[in-house]
């Protein structure tokens, strides 16, 4: 048993086709083929179901898979642990963050990591939080950026900061009169919303629990599996108006006076967002630098 067998089985368990999991391990699909039936042979089980179009991982195969991407994550401790011990400064850190986040933090938070430690690039990626989730946990990010509450085994949470959550309107609508915006208003109004599997989606609805009744408007084909840059932009166009954090607004992108913002009424709706990171992972200066230059970043 080697650790490339054990890296090929994790890669075609997650790709579930034989060409793709060769292509992401750099070698040929018959060099993948007969090191996973090697492993097999040693191991006196199957841990893939074949078929001409398909590939299943089977009952025993998914706690090999498991335990192999155990064993890799040990792994890549020993090399952390090894770089970590010169500085844990240096080299690539990988760290993802959540759609609706990472578009407005990463252009301000790289220029202060590379000014804090220009001997660490950033690995980045922004995905759902539960592609995220599965990908810290498996060892293929390093840190994640997203919004609480995110509760995880074995993984370390820290805020970065709180950003209120704010109502963008078009030019000339009936609620730029209000300085504030009361949360029940929003059943009663052409609302946009991101598509199903942002966070960001469901904690606008959970703020407002009226909006649940309201989830199969005309609009919501509109903006399902949007980003908020795009809502913005309907937004603009005249279609509806959306809830965005602070940080995405981006009222000043448009002429002067074509969106608005309104805050709502106290206690304003809000999130928190924070840095997660495997309680194993054995950088945690890395951890305090990108918390330093998350408190150093201007967004709003």
Known sequence: MTLSELKYIVALAQERHFGRAAERCFVSQPTLSVAIKKLESELGISLFERSK?????????EQVVHQAQVVLENVRSLKDIATGGKDQLKGPLKIGAIFTIGSYLFPHLIPQVQQLAP??????EENYTRVLRKKLREGELDVIIIALPFNETDVLTKPLYDEAFEVLL???HDWLKHKSIKPELLPDSDLLLLGEGHCFRDQVLDMCPALHKNA???LKSIAEGSSLETLRHMVAS?????????????????A???LETRPFVKPQPSRTVA????ASFPRPKAVDLITQAASLCQLF
């Open 53 to 61: 179009n398909t590939v299943s991982v089977t009952p025993l195969g």
């Open 119 to 124: 001997d660490m690039p950033l690995y980045i």
């Open 170 to 172: 078009p030019k000339g």
């Open 216 to 218: 199969n408007t005309k």
């Open 238 to 254: 005249g279609l509806g108006i959306t809830v965005l954090p602070k940080s995405a607004t981006g009222v000043g992108l448009y």
């Open 256 to 258: 002067n006076g074509w």
């Open 275 to 278: 840095i997660a990171w495997r």
